[in-house]
């Protein structure tokens, strides 16, 4: 039985389509992450879940149960705001227990929930307090301290991290990993961090305009993207224009180069086709000059820390990042101006059908 | 010179000045001399002072003249100033008077001959002596007083005409309380705004929650629909109610006793309690409901679904999370409405039969007896229940606002309930509005209402053809007269405004500050204060006569202005505040002056602060008339207090003609200025920056 099941969910907003014909599983005790960039429709997605949002057509279904029609206040979901939406009139200890004074429970059992969960936030000593009182890591633990105190099947987190600085986020999305862990609860995590996405989901979800375009670990998707908008969103890409051979090789300037093909048509299309070829920098390898590799000149070295970045650049103008470990930089001989040749991991370069317009391939995607 | 620190400081210094004494000027004076006024208690001199006094004055005179003065006095008194002058002159002397002083005249001028027969003769000729200085004192000061005005200071001139002298205290506070008609008056009013402010605040609490939930239908109509009074002339509300619910109105008598015979509309109409209440609910829901309709804008919808989601219903959602966060916003909203009730004499006045109201003892004392000391004291105890209200209320909540900046309004849809009730309770007040528009609107073009129907366009007209009607009122004269005071308040309030905003924004410093929070003293004192307040100080301004300005037009465009110039202050702070002051800084940098950057580079990106203080100055100059109505002379007329008097004397088709000629002015400005706002170079800027906002 899945946790969470979207079959076939549309929203539209007056002249746009917020959510496209979304079919989505998510299996009980997961984390998953919906992924995305801004208006994608990952938010929209996740209020459908909680009932804030009515979808125009599919179903949603909790636990087995179909609840399109059921009011937010009768689904057993905990949802946490971006904003911590905390009730600013009330203390830490009464927002926390809020969902329990609503059922009217007896208020030694509240007070006994209220400091359990202080404790597992790690919030003691602040119960007292107003939220304006709070620094914004602390509010967002109240949030989902309140979130939790109902004991729901389901939790739902609506970018709760994106107010905070990157170290208290780094921080905070490992804490509630653990958290929702101990709980053994279902986990919808939207964000468009993607970073943050794949360090702590067990699945990510990738949308854009409203589609759902992956499901997949965070390797798999980092490995094996499955469509050209997911290779260049998660981490950083090369883009370069090749022809069609078969289906699993193409040619990049009179070199073959090994592929995979996620099967998306690339090689439907016959021998000759234009089409693209993405490979991720750290899996562009150098071989010396007529070793079957394509032939480049060595455009620019930069030293990145960890790595060194080496700026190829192709017989036909094009540019291509290849990442070294420094470790294996170390007493290299080349120099800016070298004539290399490069290659692809075998399994980790990807070819996708169509021509490479408006992708670049120094790692980033052009406005 | 700019190279010197004062030298950079000079020029803000002298604006600062030259803006600043004005309205220390017009505001803090005024309400200043008012508060001290109202301290001020005049006692009649014990005799022994009358006489020193007169003596002094009569001093003053030549010889001869003084003489002949007291003489000719003397001679002309008749009897019984005379025998009031023999029994001040017997107890001059030391001596009681033995004559019962409440008896009839007759017996008491027999009684003070046989007095006078019965002293020893020297007692007889010290008191004789004393009488004719006794007829001059007690009678003949004002005379005297004249003679000598040149050779004596205001002060003193006062005091020998009135036989008063002054000290200070809280006399007149306390009459409020000691006097009977006072406290029945009192009570009244504190009746009348319990029941108003709990009935206006709460509807339009409602309907600023319905409106922003989007539990009325149609709101954004909605919502102009309930503003639309805003721009009323004064008692439109409470003459429409007297012409459709009063003795002769088109509902109690036309429909309710003479076509379905259901009730006498002699005694049952709106007069009285009910009608005063209706009239001044409806006045107070659109300023209410600015305030409230402000606060649930920027209400998060984020925490009601925070509730939703954790299981609470509608009904709690509402009183557990909704509610306390309006708080604030209703403490603010009720103190308003009280303010406005208590101090409302025009609803009591019109539609209030014979209720008295402690507003309306404060117009008769003003306009009757120009009693501007128990006026003003008056005045204080109008504000002091609000303000202690206010007080005690904010004690309860916590913080001030709660406001986000990212608001919108929770997504999870109203019960079907709520959502009739509240699209119910809105468009039927907006429905009533309406009613009461075209009440007038009919009112204007009626001959006599309640007894002949019949079309007239006379009441527009400088043809008087209404009979049975004498009033001085002819036509619409007096609507160009508040247009004329209208326009010239208007553009000077506005870039005074703008100024003051530039002022306290970019100039900073202590003493811009003060000017800008005196500048909003006049928002929240009631227009009467403000008005008591201009009479008290310009009357007799330092005991110059010559600078006098009561009853001349300044003394009224100045009211308007400054009384209403806070709006421009505050939206041009807003924007300023959003403003980037690196383009204020940049221009000094190029060299500008102090005037060139506020007029090149302030006042051009300012320009929708200014319209909209030149514009509120403009409608309330044309519709206010609760200071207005103090400040007038007999040659002068503003629209406002013409109608109000007609409307006060039941010449209602006077009333209307002039307020509907109004209400036309006032909407094609409005929306003049809304189609030049929209089309205009201005909006292009705001394209260009809401682009801006949204690629960043």
Known sequence: MTAIGFTDITKRFGATTAVDAVNLEIAPGAFCSLV???????TTLLRIAAGFVQPDGGTVRLNGAAVTNVPPNRRDVGFVFQSYALFPTQTVAQNIAFSLAIKRRPRREVAERVGALCEMMRLQGLEARYPHELSGGQQQRVALARALISQPSILLLDEPLSALDAKIRAHLRVEIRRVVDALGITAVYVTHDQEEALSISDRVAIMNEGRLLQVDTPLEVYL?????F??????SMNNLPCRVIDAESVDVGGVAVPVRNPGNGAGSH?????????????????TPPGNGGVPAVLSAISFLGQTVRLSLATLDDRQLAADVPTVDWIGQPLEPGAAVAWSARAGLATVFPGAPDGLSSDGATAP | MSGTPIGRRLPGALASL???????????????????????????MPLAELRQVTLEALDLLEPARREQAVARWSAAAKPRDRMEAVAAALELNGLDVPWDRKAPFDAQIAAAGTTLADLDAATRTAVEAAVPLAIVMLHKRIPLAFQVRDQLTAAAFDRLRSGQYRTYGLDHYLTVVREERMRNAAWNSLRLAAITTTVTTLAAFLLAFGINRGAVAGAQIARYGILIPLVSPPVVIATAAVLLFGRNGLVTKELLQDQLGLIDAGVSNLYGFSGVVLAQIL?????????????????DGRLEEAAAIQGATFAQTFRRVTLPMAQPGLIRAATLVFILSMTDFGNPLVIGKDMPVLAGVLYDE????????????VAVWLVVPAICVYVLLSRIGRRKRFETTEAGPSQIPVPGYVRATLSALAWSIIGFTAVIYATIVAGAFVKVWGQDFSFTPHHFTAVDAVPGFVSEYVGIEPVWISLRFALIAAPFGGVLAVAIAFL??????????????????????????????YIVAFNNPLGIKALSLNGTEAIVILNIMFGNVFVGVLAGRAMLRRLDSAVDEAAEALGASLLQRFAFVTLPMMRRAALLGTLYIFVDGMCTFSAITFLVGPDLDPASVAIFQTASVSYYGAACAMSVTILIIVFAVMGGLALINRHGPMSLRDRIESRQAVAA
């Open chain 2, 283 to 299: 006045s107070a829901l659109p300023p209410a409901f600015i305030i409230l309709d402000n606060v649930m804008s920027k209400q």
């Open chain 1, 36 to 42: 995305g960039p801004s208006g994608c429709g990952k």
């Open chain 1, 224 to 228: 094996h993207p499955a469509d050209r």
């Open chain 1, 230 to 235: 997911v290779a260049n969103f998660v981490g």
């Open chain 2, 366 to 377: 003003m306009i009757g007896f120009s009693n501007t000391q128990l006026s003003s004291a």
């Open chain 1, 270 to 286: 016959g021998s000759n086709a234009p089409a693209t070829l993405s490979v991720r920098p750290e899996h562009v390898t150098l």
């Open chain 2, 504 to 533: 306290a924004e970019r100039v900073r410093g202590l003493f811009n500050e003060v000017i800008a929070f005196l500048v909003l003293l006049p928002a929240i004192l009631p227009g009467v204060v403000f008005g008591i307040g």
């Open chain 2, 18 to 44: 030259l803006i600043g004494l004005p309205v220390l000027l017009f505001i803090a004076v005024p309400i200043g001399a008012m508060l001290v006024r109202s301290l001020a208690v005049d006692h009649p």
